[in-house]
């Protein structure tokens, strides 16, 4: 079977078809067209919106509980599916099979998560200074929620939001990138085959526009959409953040990473070798959370740094659906000119590179690069979406602190240490500025239960677990009087 067969029969599994359009989907495997899907116009995308509003018109009054039971349904779908989807993702972006796998069930894992919290959606009661009053709190449905996501976690990062949307009574419209497509067909599919063995939801809940940057536009710029939820590059958030701020909409911004790792002179080394290796290898470091510095302490740099180059040297990379493969390809030939921009950059600066080379098969195949540089300088401050692992000497923690905190995004951090005090500073308030700090684990790879984005650059928004549903509800702040009097607070007197 070719990949595109592959692809339309897993779509059709999914009671997802192709259609016929003008945007092709590539396989970054081989670099094969899968099919071509349709893409919104901006009157369509404004048409969805519209759509999406008189659905939550109607879903805001449904009893959060119930609600929790269509994501019930979905997570359902998503069980009986999870090889299809979890394929359709190795397939359209390249990941290897089990972390396709994985990002499936991150999204039962939120919906599950979801279910829950449908139960748990809960205000404050407040104590009122004035006699026979009382003070709470209602967090009530906010509107239509625009999730824009990206292609390297083309269905996690819309459950993330759509769960938690729809428990707290919203409505979506659901911008994928234009790069996975197919991956998003699946997922409206599995939707909408929980909407009808759910009954009784209204049309329109979940909208899905494929196309381009101007069908993210006419999201972004349309008033009707309560919140925009979007996961993608710091220029993305850059241009959608002010837009959507300019018309006081909300927005969740979660955005680029440059993460850094530490590993201390009492590190478990072989535990850090192996968080190393997958933070900065797998999905051939194209996560938001990919591991991208690493400051060794002088004292275990060298040893280190050998058994890592040679964990580089010998990693397997291939098909992503052969069993074994570590590396797939990276999504496309642009993410390879910019690897070999930031490598020759590197080099320049007298970075000593190891890997980074093509390797000879159809599609974008690259070996993962090490770089050893003696400064956090020039391509080490950016992030670039591909793997490059930048090694540094470190002496004292404060001053590996101070660089891992040096660069513009703050998503997620680690180190790598059993000597308790390094472990509690690195995750205190003078320790790491990211919004993950992680303790002898690596930097990406984070469970649906925590929060999940970063400060600065990243953008300061919080998808996922723990409280992140505020974001996707408004609060009402009622002060009820239960007597016979009307006193004013602040002891403000106004006697007609
Ligand atoms: C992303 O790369 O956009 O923590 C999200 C992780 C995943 C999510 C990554 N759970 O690496």
């Given at each position: 079977?070719?990949?595109a067969e592959?692809?339309?029969?897993?779509?059709?599994?999914?009671g997802a078809r192709?259609g016929?359009?003008d945007?092709?989907?590539v396989?970054?495997?081989?670099g094969?067209?899968?099919?071509?899907?349709a893409q919104a116009?901006?009157?369509?995308v404004k048409?969805?919106a519209a759509a999406?509003?008189c659905?939550?018109l109607?879903w805001?009054?449904?009893?959060?509980p119930?609600?929790g039971e269509?994501?019930?349904?979905?997570?359902e779908e998503?069980?009986a599916h999870k090889?299809?989807?979890g394929?359709?993702v190795?397939?359209?972006?390249?990941?290897?099979?089990?972390?396709g796998?994985?990002?499936?069930q991150?999204?039962?894992d939120?919906?599950?998560?979801a279910v829950?919290?449908?139960?748990?959606l809960?205000?404050l009661?407040i104590s009122?200074?004035?006699?026979?009053?009382r003070?709470?709190?209602?967090?009530?449905p906010?509107?239509?929620?625009?999730i824009?996501?990206?292609f390297n976690?083309?269905?996690?990062v819309?459950?993330?939001?759509a769960a938690?949307?729809?428990v707290?009574g919203?409505?979506?419209?659901?911008k994928?990138?234009?790069k996975?497509?197919?991956c998003?067909?699946?997922?409206q599919?599995?939707f909408?085959?929980a909407?009808?063995?759910?009954?009784?939801?209204?049309?329109?809940?979940?909208?899905?526009?494929?196309?381009?940057?101007?069908?993210?536009?006419a999201?972004?710029?349309?008033?009707?959409?309560a919140?925009?939820?979007?996961?993608?590059s710091v220029?993305m958030?850059?241009?959608?953040?002010?837009r959507?701020?300019?018309?006081?909409g909300?927005?969740v911004?979660?955005?680029g990473?440059?993460n850094?790792?530490?590993?201390?002179?009492?590190?478990?080394?072989?535990?850090?070798?192996?968080?190393v290796?997958?933070?900065a290898?797998?999905?051939a470091?194209?996560?938001?959370t990919?591991?991208?510095?690493?400051?060794?302490?002088?004292?275990v740099?060298?040893p280190?740094?050998a058994?890592?180059k040679?964990a580089?040297?010998?990693?397997?990379i291939?098909?992503?659906?052969e069993?074994?493969?570590?590396?797939?390809?990276l999504?496309?030939?642009?993410?390879?000119?910019?690897?070999?921009?930031a490598l020759?950059?590197?080099?320049d600066?007298?970075?000593?590179v190891?890997?980074?080379?093509?390797?000879?098969?159809a599609?974008?195949?690259v070996?993962p690069?090490?770089?050893e540089?003696s400064?956090?300088?020039g391509p080490?401050?950016d992030?670039?979406?591909?793997?490059?692992?930048y090694?540094?000497r470190?002496?004292d923690l404060?001053?590996a602190?101070a660089?891992?905190?040096?660069?513009?995004?703050?998503?997620?951090s680690?180190?790598?240490?059993?000597?308790?005090r390094?472990?509690?500073?690195?995750?205190?308030?003078?320790?790491?500025?990211c919004?993950?700090?992680?303790?002898?684990?690596?930097?990406?790879?984070a469970e649906i239960?925590g929060?999940f984005g970063?400060?600065?650059?990243?953008?300061g928004?919080?998808?996922?677990g723990?409280?992140?549903w505020?974001?996707?509800m408004r609060?009402?702040?009622?002060?009820?009087?239960?007597?016979r009097?009307?006193?004013?607070a602040?002891?403000?007197s106004?006697?007609?």
């Amino acid at each position: 079977m070719t990949l595109a067969e592959q692809a339309a029969t897993l779509l059709e599994r999914m009671g997802a078809r192709m259609g016929h359009g003008d945007l092709a989907c590539v396989s970054p495997i081989d670099g094969s067209t899968l099919g071509c899907v349709a893409q919104a116009s901006t009157a369509q995308v404004k048409e969805a919106a519209a759509a999406a509003h008189c659905a939550f018109l109607a879903w805001r009054s449904v009893p959060a509980p119930r609600r929790g039971e269509l994501v019930r349904l979905l997570g359902e779908e998503l069980r009986a599916h999870k090889d299809d989807l979890g394929q359709l993702v190795s397939l359209e972006v390249g990941k290897v099979l089990s972390e396709g796998l994985g990002e499936v069930q991150e999204m039962i894992d939120i919906c599950d998560f979801a279910v829950g919290l449908s139960r748990q959606l809960h205000g404050l009661t407040i104590s009122s200074e004035r006699p026979e009053h009382r003070m709470m709190e209602q967090w009530h449905p906010l509107g239509v929620v625009g999730i824009v996501t990206a292609f390297n976690f083309p269905v996690a990062v819309w459950a993330w939001n759509a769960a938690l949307a729809l428990v707290c009574g919203n409505a979506l419209v659901w911008k994928p990138s234009e790069k996975a497509p197919l991956c998003a067909l699946a997922v409206q599919a599995l939707f909408e085959r929980a909407v009808a063995r759910f009954g009784g939801a209204p049309d329109g809940l979940s909208k899905l526009v494929i196309g381009a940057r101007e069908g993210g536009e006419a999201l972004v710029d349309n008033p009707g959409v309560a919140l925009v939820s979007a996961t993608g590059s710091v220029a993305m958030g850059r241009a959608v953040g002010p837009r959507v701020a300019a018309r006081f909409g909300r927005s969740v911004l979660e955005l680029g990473g440059n993460n850094a790792a530490i590993v201390a002179p009492s590190a478990d080394l072989d535990l850090a070798l192996r968080g190393v290796a997958f933070a900065a290898m797998g999905t051939a470091g194209q996560r938001c959370t990919t591991l991208r510095r690493l400051f060794v302490h002088d004292g275990v740099y060298d040893p280190f740094a050998a058994r890592l180059k040679a964990a580089y040297a010998s990693v397997t990379i291939g098909d992503p659906l052969e069993p074994g493969t570590l590396v797939g390809p990276l999504i496309d030939e642009g993410a390879f000119a910019a690897m070999q921009r930031a490598l020759s950059d590197a080099r320049d600066l007298g970075g000593i590179v190891h890997g980074g080379e093509r390797v000879a098969r159809a599609g974008v195949y690259v070996r993962p690069a090490l770089v050893e540089m003696s400064e956090q300088v020039g391509p080490v401050l950016d992030e670039t979406f591909a793997p490059i692992l930048y090694v540094m000497r470190y002496t004292d923690l404060d001053s590996a602190v101070a660089l891992n905190n040096t660069v513009a995004q703050g998503l997620s951090s680690a180190i790598f240490t059993t000597d308790l005090r390094e472990a509690e500073l690195f995750v205190a308030a003078g320790g790491s500025d990211c919004g993950i700090a992680n303790v002898n684990i690596g930097t990406s790879g984070a469970e649906i239960g925590g929060a999940f984005g970063g400060e600065k650059e990243t953008g300061g928004g919080r998808e996922s677990g723990s409280d992140s549903w505020r974001a996707y509800m408004r609060r009402a702040t009622n002060t009820i009087n239960y007597g016979r009097t009307l006193p004013l607070a602040q002891g403000v007197s106004f006697e007609l």
